[in-house]
């Protein structure tokens, strides 16, 4: 399985950042959750993260750039 982290590059609805937080939810769509340092990608449909650009995504609007 793949890991998402913090310090990760992604491309969400708002274009490209750098993972500052992430954050998994008791539930898919919830704003708030526990954070975590990282995450399987298979529970990103419970995920928030926090980019660098400011904006906040949740793991399923994400594509993860393995670099």
Do not use: A, Q
């Amino acid at each position: 399985m793949t890991v998402i982290k913090i310090g990760d590059s992604v491309i969400g609805k708002y274009g490209s950042g750098r993972i500052k937080k992430i954050e998994i939810c008791e539930k898919p769509g919830m704003k708030e959750g526990i954070s975590v340092d990282r995450v399987w990608t298979n529970l990103l449909d419970r995920v928030v993260v926090d980019l660098d650009d400011g904006h906040f995504e949740y793991g399923n609007d994400l594509d993860y750039i393995p670099y």
